[in-house]
């Protein structure tokens, strides 16, 4: 049996043929290529939400845990410092906060209290035919005191008395909220420390929140989108704690060279980049 020869243009059909389909399975083993990269991605961005997650929880029970601690100000030994760490959670919205459409990022309640004060005065006193009267200036951060004790003759019938004007200092308060440099797990940690006069004391009641956000330590279930603009990257709407390698997708024009010559046009290389 004599082969049939095929005519030329049926063999320049089967050969576009066999080009295009092999281009197609190009296009589908690249496809193939990045989801596999943009699956392996997700994933990795997962695990490094979840070890964060975790970490922030080991430090906000560290800071639960810290007291204050003291010191004296070197400049100045009519103030002291007070320091100590603080947790960050997410803060629930207060009624103030939902007015303004704001969300809360520090909160602090403060439970202080005025060092107890003992003091001794003179005074200067007059005496006259029906009573002894007595004054004393007294001066004791953060007090002020101005009294006027009248002690009358007991044939007067009168029952002594004290006419007091008493001042206190406004209390001057400095607080400066610190954000540590990352640690072994990459969390920041937050840190306050308050400036107060001498006379005052801190309680251990006081409490102290921050939004994770203040020092970077954010952690979402779920990434939120925002708006891209013109000239912003497509890998701004990736999570904000991605991997540090992305898939990358590269056009351009291509050169390849072999045992049968050199070939040139269009190519696509498919690969990741580090970030």
Request: with cysteine; proline share 7%; charged share 20%.
């Amino acid at each position: 049996m004599l082969p049939i020869p095929m005519p030329a243009a049926m063999v320049a059909g089967l050969w576009q043929l066999g080009r295009k389909l092999a281009r197609h399975a190009a296009l589908v083993l690249i496809l193939v290529l990045v989801a596999s990269l943009a699956v392996a991605c997700a994933k990795l961005a997962h695990a490094e939400t979840r070890a964060k997650s975790a970490a922030l929880k080991v430090a906000n029970e560290q800071a639960r845990a810290d007291s204050w601690r003291s010191y004296a100000v070197a400049s100045d030994t009519s103030k002291w410092n007070a320091t100590r760490l603080v947790e960050q959670v997410r803060l629930e919205a207060t009624a103030l906060a939902k007015a303004y459409q704001a969300e809360r990022a520090f909160s602090a309640q403060l439970a202080l209290k005025i060092r107890d004060v003992e003091v001794r005065a003179d005074g200067t006193s007059v005496r006259s035919d029906s009573a002894i009267v007595a004054t004393f200036d007294v001066r004791n951060p953060p007090f002020s005191v101005h009294a006027v004790v009248t002690l009358p003759d007991s044939s007067t019938g009168l029952t002594p008395s004290i006419d007091l004007n008493l001042n206190v200092d406004a209390i001057a308060l400095q607080l400066d909220v610190l954000c540590l440099p990352p640690d072994s797990t990459g969390i920041r940690r937050a840190r306050v420390n308050m400036q107060t006069p001498s006379w005052l004391v801190l309680d251990p009641s006081t409490t102290l929140k921050q939004s994770p956000d203040v020092c970077g330590n954010a952690v979402r279930a779920t990434p939120r989108a925002v708006p891209l603009p013109r000239h912003a990257s497509w890998r701004e709407w990736l999570p904000r704690h991605r991997p540090r390698w992305l898939p990358e997708i590269v056009g351009g024009y291509g050169v390849l060279a072999s045992t049968r010559g050199v070939s040139h046009g269009p190519a696509i290389v498919v690969g990741y980049r580090i970030l």
